[in-house]
């Protein structure tokens, strides 16, 4: 039994016609950092499209790996959601397919670093049918004008990365 990853990074956020985070790249001291950010009272999403390469059976564990941009303090609420077509099998228009019910996770800010990374981690157990080979998309929201949202800053994601059995 092996862990199939999948890594995510900003280059790869595809984005609907609105309400999308923006993506940006820092100059760091010493490497740029990429980085998606979603702002505060508001929802935005990303899409990432993957293939589920050798995927086996169970849940996927979705991590969001995030910073506040200038805050050490507050609750950030996460929502990601997995829409899965198999080719030739399912009669479902692509355009229009939907995504399974979607999962949230409130993750606190550690204090004492504004720009410290963060790890949300979300377990995704509406799976759509999801099937070896796969097309899937991947929704990443941040709910900021949920009352649980109470960071009142930017947030930078900086990679989303899935993993799932292959057995």
Same mark, same amino acid.
């Given at each position: ?9 900003? !280059? ?7 309400s ?12 740029p950092? #990429? ?8 929802? !935005?999403t990303?899409?990432?499209?993957? !293939? ?10 979705c ?5 506040a941009v200038n805050a050490? #303090? ?13 080719? !030739?099998?399912? /009669? ?7 995504f399974? #019910?979607?999962?949230?996770?409130d993750?606190?800010?550690?204090? #004492?670093? /504004? ?25 990443? /929201? ?17 990679e989303?990365?899935?993993?799932? /059995?292959?057995?």
């Amino acid at each position: 039994m092996a862990t199939v990853r999948l890594n995510f990074d900003p !280059e790869l956020a595809q984005f609907a016609a609105s309400s999308f985070p923006a993506f940006d790249r820092v100059q760091g001291t010493n490497f740029p950092v #990429t980085r998606l950010l979603f702002d505060p009272g508001a929802t !935005e999403t990303a899409y990432f499209k993957f !293939e589920a390469v050798n995927y086996g059976s169970g849940n996927l564990t979705c991590d969001i790996i995030w910073y506040a941009v200038n805050a050490t #303090t507050g609750v950030v609420r996460w929502e990601v959601a997995l829409a899965a077509i198999t080719q !030739e099998s399912d /009669s479902q228009d692509v355009e229009t397919k939907a995504f399974a #019910t979607a999962l949230t996770v409130d993750d606190t800010h550690l204090g #004492t670093t /504004s720009k410290r990374l963060h790890k949300a981690t979300i377990t995704i157990s509406n799976l759509d049918s999801i099937a070896a080979g796969d097309e899937c998309w991947l929704r990443v /929201s941040r709910l900021g004008g949920h009352a649980n949202d109470t960071l009142v800053n930017d947030v930078a994601v900086t990679e989303v990365r899935l993993s799932y /059995s292959d057995t």
